[in-house]
């Protein structure tokens, strides 16, 4: 696997600051010489449709996606966990999150995040970070 293409909700401020670290990250070794090379296209869009039109565009905007360049696709806590595992430096704990016993735990993380964006479209009509300054990242 060389390349992974990341469907994300580009109408969502936590998908978009996801998607913004994501690819500010280094990336990992596929373990035969190359790396693994992050793409991202919005979810839904023409694009989307375009490139992988067996999807299901309507849950690729519920649960983040991930397409490889061998056509496995993950999904929710699956994509989270593949996207980590295409980093350098959060590779090994993809590993750890990937084994039996912590996948619920990956789960975890994953539902909590989609509550974050549940509960501020229903409590403030927008998403989680939409208004975020980028402080938070500076702070140490």
């Not at 990992?28 to 090379?37: K, Q």
């Not at 696709?73 to 090994?92: F, K, M, P, Q, S």
């Not at 993380?109 to 998403?127: F, H, K, M």
Request: net charge positive.
């Amino acid at each position: 696997m060389q390349r992974l293409v990341v469907l994300y909700d580009a109408h969502c401020g936590l998908c978009r600051r996801f998607k913004e670290w994501l690819a500010a990250q280094k990336p990992a070794g596929d373990g035969m010489g190359g790396v693994v090379r992050l793409g991202f296209v919005a979810a839904g869009s023409t694009e989307a449709r375009r490139l992988y039109p067996a999807l299901d565009h309507a849950a690729t905007l519920r649960d983040v996606t991930v397409v490889a360049d061998d056509g496995s696709v993950y999904v929710g806590d699956r994509a989270w966990i593949v996207c980590l595992w295409a980093t350098g430096e959060h590779r090994a704990t993809a590993v750890r999150l990937s084994a039996p016993a912590m996948r619920p735990v990956a789960r975890a993380i994953v539902q909590a995040a989609a509550g974050l964006r549940s509960w501020n479209r229903e409590w403030t009509g927008g998403d989680y970070a939409d208004g975020c300054d980028g402080q938070c990242d500076r702070q140490g």
